[in-house]
């Protein structure tokens, strides 16, 4: 079972706020991952990590920022939030490459609503 | 680009059916892992399984199979006798892991609903 954890798990919150998703993961992993998942189902990547002091833009456009201070936290942030926000937001990290075998490993997500 | 196509939106069957899900991928790089994942309404990505580029053997664990094909640029799973609780979204990903990372273009998704 995979120890990644992302709080909260639910977040309701009005227009303009300043809100911080949390994800931590007790595995070591190196590499940290903030996939969007619309309403319509489609996961894309919006931000990734080597390791500390890391951070890079995926492939879908985000005007969310992360950062990695530590190796088990990534938080992602919105300065101010709207409407066109809402979505399901899901942390993952994967293990050191080792050959052909990697794998992601997922929390549960955080199903943020902007009003 | 990568890409990943499952055509299927959603499937609805009867539980004890075979119920097959395709995926199709679109990619330029020689290496690279394919991946299917399950998501249950409680919303985290359960791992199921990984291929890589090299190696086109077909997989059974239990009632879940996987038919990779190269030549046909597909990724297919399969549940046999299929059960209620299967009943879940099922992604089908590629990554190119670069420098390690797993960078996952993910498919649409097919919404799997087992009925009994």
């Known amino acids: 079972e995979a120890d990644i954890y992302q709080t909260p798990r639910y977040l309701v919150i009005g227009t303009g706020k300043k809100i911080t998703l949390e994800c931590s993961q007790t595995m070591g992993h190196d590499k940290m991952y903030w996939y969007q998942q619309d309403p319509g189902m489609e996961l894309h990547l919006i931000h990734y990590s080597y390791g500390v002091n890391s951070t890079e833009k995926g492939d879908l456009s985000s005007e969310s920022t992360v950062s990695r201070i530590r190796t088990e936290h990534f938080p992602l942030t919105l300065e101010s939030a709207r409407p066109s926000h809402t979505s399901q937001y899901l942390c993952a990290s994967s293990r050191p490459f080792q050959g052909a075998y990697t794998e992601a490993f997922f929390g549960q997500g955080t199903r943020l609503t902007v009003v | 680009a990568q890409k990943v196509t499952q055509a299927q939106t959603e499937i609805s069957v009867v539980e004890k059916e075979d119920v097959t899900l395709d995926c199709v991928y679109e990619?330029?790089?020689?290496?690279?892992?394919l991946f299917w994942y399950k998501q249950p309404p409680s919303g985290e990505l359960v791992f199921l399984i990984r291929r890589n580029s090299f190696d086109e053997q077909n997989e059974i664990s239990g009632r879940y199979s996987w038919n990779f094909q190269k030549s046909t640029s597909s990724f297919n799973f399969t549940i046999t006798a299929s059960q209620v609780v299967d009943s879940a979204v099922y992604f089908c990903a590629l990554s190119e892991a670069q420098r390690g990372a797993q960078k996952l273009v993910f498919g649409q998704g097919t919404r799997l609903t087992i009925n009994p």
């Open positions: 990619t330029r790089d020689t290496t690279y892992y």
